[in-house]
């Protein structure tokens, strides 16, 4: 082959693969006699079978049969010990709380929500609703709101004729892929994508790209992930850059790969191999960036299924022998948080049921870094699974409170809620301490400062955006209940309004903190947009409450008119908006 068929060498200042941290660069410890979670901590294991003391005190399985050295640097090391720190320090603290006075279960209440009525109630009125439950509140319809629009703000109602049409691939792109275009394509994938689900081999992928301009794209799984990795770089821009507007968006390069990408799809749906979950993931991906959520979650739904028939997934003790945790296991790992971080958030938005009990729990280990990954891209992946065991973690002791109460004062749902809230309060208290650790536990590259709004213009990179959003769900997350019981029934204590304050200033700090992202077309702008609207409507409606209207948080009327203006933006794009500004401007109008 020529020259002119061949990838031309990037030209300066372009994004190069990271050179791969091999062991020549760091020196590996061998250590077969401590058990797997004493080693990652770096302290003494007594070597007590079947279990240590340590995994004994903490509830942690207790795995001796580590083989070979460590797949990770001393970098990666040293993040995982922080978090494996504080993660012990959630068990112990949870196991002193179930073994003292509390008289709640530690039975995973996800688990048993499969199976029972009663754990699906609990759950229900405990955890925070999405934007049509809110939108549902009697406030609304008693404030004389110009139409109850829960009903057509769903994106299951959004008609076809209003999403991005996809070009013929004739018409702009065809089978005869330019080596230059892919190149820069690739680059902007791993600058703007992957930092976020680092879940790909550089080096592997791009040559994968490479070899498919060579020689065509084919009708395979290697095919469609090229394609997908090509058309989610060329749609993502950086963070401070602009978007595609959606005017444009039906008519640009990335739509017409995307097309490519689809008509090889096929395979990837009567496989289960670890090259179709990751198209699986990242045709999910490219659809939440066109705002199409509904089909992104069936995508990230079916990569969850596809990661279900993993060896490594079904039996991870089984691949703690470092003899067996190769490359391919190693993606596995990874790919599986992926899907199941991307599943569990679309789906509570969306209001959908758990399929087959895929997705309650998060996934028990923490994923090993692929080859040459970016040391910031893996620890902010690392950080924000942290964050993910956190926030499962509250959501399960508030559905426990909740199944306790109902089972034992046999009254109303509404009531049940009340009694939960004193345990609440000290529920919120050690989540605050867990984030304080937390926050102390990210390295240099990620540290934030205490608040979770950002200081200054420099810190607002996506990484710091992602992590800040995760923070205030779990601020959110443990003041429910206070919002609940004030605005729906009523109550007006001390202890009520206390936990309403927080609940307000957590909505704040959200539209605080989303909106250095309102128009960065991106896997979370639909999700950001749904959750920004409901923090502007929970603060209008509390506005309009007597017994609130001292409680609002300075800045609040300002905020709530910037996701105005975002929604108006969306509007044409996302189904529902315009309900929602005639909801929001008819409550601003209000005297």
């Known amino acids: 082959m020529d020259d002119a068929g061949k990838l031309q060498p990037l030209p300066a200042g372009k994004h190069v693969a990271p050179i791969s941290r091999g062991s020549s660069a760091y020196p590996r410890k061998r250590a077969v006699t401590a058990c797997q979670v004493c080693r990652a901590r770096r302290t003494r294991c007594d070597q007590k079978k079947p279990a240590c003391s340590f995994c004994a005190n903490i509830g ?9 050295p460590s797949t990770f640097d001393p970098a990666s090391l040293a993040i995982i010990d922080r978090l494996e720190r504080l993660e012990q320090k959630l068990d112990a603290q949870a196991a002193q709380h179930s073994s003292g006075s509390s008289p709640y279960s530690q039975q995973s209440p996800l688990d048993a929500a499969a199976c029972q009525p009663a754990a699906n109630t609990a759950q229900a009125a405990a955890l925070p609703k999405n934007l049509d439950a809110v939108l549902a509140w009697p406030v609304f319809r008693s404030l004389g709101c110009p139409a109850s629009p829960s009903s057509v703000i769903s994106p299951q109602a959004a008609p076809s004729s209003r999403l991005p049409p996809l070009r013929e691939p004739g018409l702009g792109i065809g089978d005869d892929l330019d080596a230059a275009s892919c190149g820069r394509w690739v680059d902007s994938f791993f600058c703007n994508v992957h930092t976020k689900n680092p879940v790909l081999d550089e080096e592997r992928t791009r040559r994968l790209v490479r070899n498919m301009c060579i020689e065509g794209p084919g009708y395979d799984s290697s095919s469609c992930l090229a394609l997908l990795v090509c058309a989610n770089g060329a ?35 009567v496989a289960t191999g670890l090259v179709e979950a990751q198209c699986a993931l990242f045709t999910g991906v490219f659809l939440m960036s066109i705002l199409r959520p509904a089909d992104a979650w069936r995508m990230f739904l079916h990569g969850l299924a596809i990661c279900q028939s993993f060896p490594s997934i079904r039996n991870p003790v089984s691949f703690a022998d470092e003899a067996r945790r190769t490359a391919d296991v190693v993606a596995e790992e990874s790919i599986h948080w992926s899907c199941w971080k991307s599943e569990h958030e679309v789906r509570l938005e969306l209001d959908r049921s758990n399929v087959g009990n895929l997705a309650y729990d998060p996934p028990r280990l923490f994923p090993s870094p692929p080859t040459g990954c970016d040391e910031r891209a893996w620890y902010f992946y690392l950080s924000e699974i942290s964050l993910w065991r956190l926030q499962a973690g509250a959501e399960q002791e508030m559905i426990a409170m909740m199944q306790e109460s109902l089972r034992t004062s046999k009254t109303s749902t509404n009531n049940a809620g009340m009694n939960i809230l004193g345990p609440l309060r000290e529920l919120a208290e050690r989540m605050e301490e867990q984030m304080s650790a937390w926050r102390r536990s990210l390295p240099p590259s990620l540290a934030m400062p205490n608040n979770d709004t950002p200081a200054t213009a420099e810190e607002d990179d996506v990484l710091f955006f992602c992590l800040r959003g995760r923070c205030v ?111 929001a401007q008819y409550l601003l109008s209000l005297p």
Not at 239 to 252: N, R, T
Request: aromatic content about 10%; proline content about 5%; hydrophobic content about 45%.
């Open 473 to 583: 769900y779990i601020q959110e997350l443990v003041t429910w209940p206070f919002l609940h019981a004030m605005i729906n029934e009523g109550v007006d204590t001390p202890a009520i309004r206390e936990g309403v304050v927080r609940g307000l200033r957590a909505h704040l700090d959200r539209m605080i903190v989303y909106s250095t992202g309102y128009y960065h077309r991106h896997h979370g702008t639909w999700l950001s947009l749904r959750s920004s609207t409901k923090s502007a409507c929970i603060l209008l409606a509390f506005s309009r409450l007597p017994a609130a209207q001292q409680l609002m948080p300075d800045g609040w009327e300002k905020r709530v008119r910037a996701v105005m203006e975002m929604m108006i933006h969306y509007r044409d794009e996302a189904p529902g908006m315009d309900q929602a500004v005639q909801v």
């Open 235 to 269: 749609l993502n821009r950086p963070f401070e850059a602009p978007s595609i507007p959606y005017q444009d968006l039906g008519a640009s390069e990335a739509m017409s790969i995307f097309a490519l990408a689809q008509k090889r799809l096929g395979h990837v749906l």
């Open 60 to 68: 942690a399985e207790c795995v001796f049969d580590i083989s070979g």
